[in-house]
């Protein structure tokens, strides 16, 4: 059976190509889906479920330059000081996976190498140490993990090989592809040219730019009146295609190609815009002309039900969002584990705060400051020292004061772009949509 990511299926005559926004199983690399309850379901795009090995597995890039779909597993480490005997080290928390990994020190990262059956437990050693290139570096200890001997080694070729097809697009973006020879196909994210790109932080908006996965955040500025960006990147690190801004006053983000590498100084920074010494251990770029990023319109998925799917959409392509909507919440939500469920949780940047509601500082007064500007995001809930969700309501009214220096109790006023709201109670955990993770057959 075939799963759309989208609103439905594109109708295909015998004669039609295979439409490319549509996802499906392998005979063997089966789908794994969030199941709602209601007719809506989300796509796990990071793991899948292997029929033959009856176990789930994740895309993983081998030392060998493939990817293979890899079971959950805990790494080895080495218990001599020429790193000639690997044990398996789970950490003390979670459960103990099947399986041990062996990596390779390669180009700078570990990447997987060798797999094996976990084993019997066995002692802590004394000191473990990890192997990198010829290098045996060590003694490290963690006496709080767990040991294991190694198993059967399993070989790459039990595992399935997952492929990146290219896949021909009339837009300018294109899709990047996980697939397999048992006929897996789906689309799990987005290039423009050569450059990864994601949809821009924008929960609840229509619209969103696809924003080159490199961009930096540009801190500083080049001029004495704050108005020509400038990137400060550590020596050692990558040079990105993207300088993105962030304005203080309005939370709007401009968007700019990587200009010329200048000296620095001159370097301001503040909302002052004070003069400022530069690191001598960072380049500095200056913006150059603004970026032509590719615009997504996030389209809801318009079926009568509580939850709704959303889709980016650009010319041809399509790719579902991680968010959806819930319908009885009025906001986007995303899955997380809570309470040994999966739960849709409201999505926000925002937090609760705690003010007074006299100058004897004794009563909490539970608020949320919210950035009024037109780029601000229009959260909902807004997040308490409990991870507990709370309804934003109306703007508050009535004067608030706080703990200033010296443990003074001061009348508060928010800064200016920024408005005081009440809160409502914490949510309970049953207010929240809840998910089943269901294995679609081919």
């Given at each position: 059976m075939r799963a759309a990511v989208l609103l439905a299926l594109a109708a295909c005559g015998d004669n039609s190509a295979p439409d490319p926004n549509v996802v499906q199983s392998g005979s063997r690399l089966h789908l794994v889906q969030y199941d709602y309850g209601d007719g809506a379901r989300q796509i796990d795009t990071a793991r899948f479920h292997d029929a033959a090995r009856d176990e789930r597995c994740a895309p993983l890039?081998?030392?060998?330059?493939?990817?293979?779909?890899?079971?959950?597993?805990a790494t080895t480490v080495f218990t001599s000081a020429d790193c000639s005997e690997a044990v398996g080290q789970v950490a003390a928390s979670g459960p103990d996976p099947d399986y041990l990994l062996q990596e390779f020190w390669l180009a700078g990262v570990f990447l997987p190498s060798r797999l094996y059956e976990r084993g019997a437990p066995i002692a802590a050693p004394a000191a473990t140490w990890l192997r990198r290139g010829s290098a045996c570096d060590g003694p490290y200890a963690n006496p709080n993990a767990s040991y294991f001997a190694l198993g059967p080694e399993v070989s790459k070729d039990e595992l399935v090989r997952i492929t990146h097809p290219d896949v021909p697009s009339a837009s300018r973006l294109q899709r990047q592809v996980l697939a397999s020879a048992d006929g897996l196909y789906l689309p799990v994210a987005l290039h423009d040219g050569e450059v990864p790109c994601t949809a821009a932080w924008a929960p609840g908006a229509a619209t969103a730019p696809c924003v080159p996965a490199d961009a930096r955040i540009a801190e500083y500025f080049h001029d004495a009146t704050c108005t020509e960006p400038e990137l400060a990147i550590a020596v050692p690190d990558s040079v990105p295609s993207t300088i993105e801004h962030v304005d203080e006053r309005t939370s709007?983000?401009?968007?700019?190609?990587?200009?010329a590498e200048v000296e620095a100084p001159p370097l301001f920074y503040g909302p002052s815009c004070d003069s400022i010494a530069a690191p001598s251990d960072r380049r500095y770029f200056v913006a150059g002309p603004p970026a032509d990023l590719v615009m997504l319109d996030r389209e809801r998925d318009p079926v009568p039900r509580r939850i709704h799917p959303i889709t980016l959409a650009a010319g041809d392509v399509r790719l579902g969002d991680a968010n959806v909507y819930d319908e009885v919440l009025g906001t986007e939500c995303r899955r997380?584990?809570?309470?040994d469920a999966w739960r849709c949780l409201p999505v926000t940047g925002t937090l609760v705060t705690?003010?007074?509601?006299?100058?004897?500082?004794q009563t909490v007064v539970p608020l949320a400051e919210i950035h009024t500007s037109a780029c601000a995001t229009r959260d909902a809930f807004a997040l308490d020292k409990e991870s507990a969700f709370r309804r934003i309501g109306a703007v508050h009214t009535a004067p608030v004061f706080h703990l200033s220096t010296g443990d003074r109790c001061l009348p508060y006023t928010a800064a200016e772009g920024i408005e005081l709201r009440d809160v409502g109670p914490a949510l309970p955990l049953d207010a929240f949509a809840t998910a089943t993770v269901v294995t679609e057959d081919p």
């Open positions: 890039r081998w030392s060998d330059g493939d990817t293979y779909c890899t079971p959950a597993y709007c983000s401009s968007y700019y190609e990587l200009g997380a584990i809570v309470a705690e003010r007074f509601d006299s100058d004897a500082c």
